[in-house]
Every structure is written in structure tokens, then in C-alpha cells.
């Protein structure tokens, strides 16, 4: 099934329905961590994006042009990941240059984009899934729009919570979890709008 109608049904499910965090729960280390700032979590968000759509075109290209023809499907994680290294050194030097205010910001964060299993998670589900390079495409960019209006709504629910009174045993990560999960439930309730078939 092609055409834009299938692409669109596939990028915004993945922003909402099939949301790499909050349906997979792939990510959430650094989702967990840098979700107390606003800005940092806006950076975060942008660089995980921007990787994830790029890595998911190229870890396409590399698999079925260079894996696939000669047989070497089973080394894909170990290349995927290689290239997702290659790729966040490339947008960490970038983001050094451009902004070191988010350097600073996103300090060791931004190196751990590489092993943000989000990231690698879409690149194999595009695999599983055996979408073509556009669809891999709009998968990657939806997975990445997902993944920081995510964090964002959680940054925003925290800087909120800053002056809610909560109880001593649910401060801190208690109640990022439980966030986490009412959120999830919230972007479940997408489910059904986009019909694929």
C-alpha cells in the first residue's frame, strides 16, 4: 500500500499511537533524566529527533544495499549501531559550534544519544516492519516528533509539579513514572483514529 495517505497513516502513528516511549518504552533513561529542564529537554528533543530520522534513512540504505545483498542481516545490530555513533558525533560537534549554551546544557546526554535504544529500536522495527525508504523515512521523523513531544509535555508537567505539594514517598522518580504511565494511557487513546487498510 503506497501513496501519501499510507506515509501520513504511518508518521502520525508513530507520533501518537505507536509512540517509541510511551508504547514501547524505548528511550527513557535520558527521557527520565533531562525532562526536569525545559530547555534542555527541548534540545534533547530536537537532536533525537533529527538523529533518529537520519539514522532510520541510513541504516535503511546500508541494510538493504550493503547487509542484505550479502547476506549479513545478523551483523545489523552491531552496524546500525555503528553508524548511529557516526552519526551523533557528526550533530555533537555541530551543536557544539553552533550553540554551546546547549552543549553545556545537555552535557553527557548528548554522547548517550548513541546508545538511546529509542533510536536503535526504530531502526529495527523499520527492518521488521520491512518498510521502503520513504516510509522508513516519515517511521523515523514520527518516531523522533513522538519522542520529544513526549519529553516536552513531561518537562512542562514538572516545571508545574515544582510548586504542587507532593507526597515525601512519590517525589522525584515516583512521580515521573506515573506521569509516564497516565501519558501513555492519554496517547493510547489515539488509537483507532488512523485506520491502515
Do not use: H
Not at 60 to 73: A, D, K
Not at 143 to 172: D, T, V
Not at 173 to 184: C, D, E, N, P, V
Amino acid at each position: 500500500m503506497e501513496g501519501m495517505w499510507y506515509y501520513t497513516a504511518v508518521f502520525f502513528a508513530a507520533v501518537f499511537t505507536n509512540n517509541i516511549l510511551l508504547a514501547n518504552y524505548l528511550g527513557m533513561c535520558s527521557f527520565l533524566s533531562v525532562a526536569k529542564e525545559l530547555k534542555a529537554s527541548v534540545g534533547l528533543g530536537i537532536a533525537v529527533t533529527f538523529v533518529m530520522a537520519s539514522t532510520t534513512v541510513l541504516n535503511w540504505m546500508v541494510y538493504n544495499f550493503l547487509l542484505e545483498p550479502f547476506g549479513l542481516e545478523y551483523l545489523r545490530f552491531i552496524v546500525f549501531i555503528i553508524v548511529i555513533a557516526a552519526f551523533v558525533q557528526l550533530v555533537e560537534m555541530i551543536i557544539e559550534r553552533v550553540s554551546e549554551s546547549l552543549y553545556a546544557a545537555l552535557g553527557i546526554f548528548l554522547p548517550l544519544i548513541t546508545v538511546n535504544c529509542a533510536i536503535l529500536g526504530v531502526s529495527l522495527f523499520m527492518v521488521i516492519r520491512d518498510y521502503d525508504l520513504v516510509t522508513s523515512f516519515f517511521f523515523g521523523l514520527g518516531s523522533g516528533l513522538g519522542w520529544f513531544l513526549a519529553i516536552m509535555a513531561m518537562a512542562g508537567i514538572l516545571q508545574k509539579l515544582k510548586k504542587a505539594r507532593i507526597p515525601k514517598g512519590l517525589e522525584g522518580a515516583g512521580i515521573t513514572l506515573i506521569i509516564t504511565g497516565i501519558m501513555a494511557l492519554a496517547f493510547m487513546g489515539f488509537a483507532g483514529m488512523l485506520m491502515l487498510g
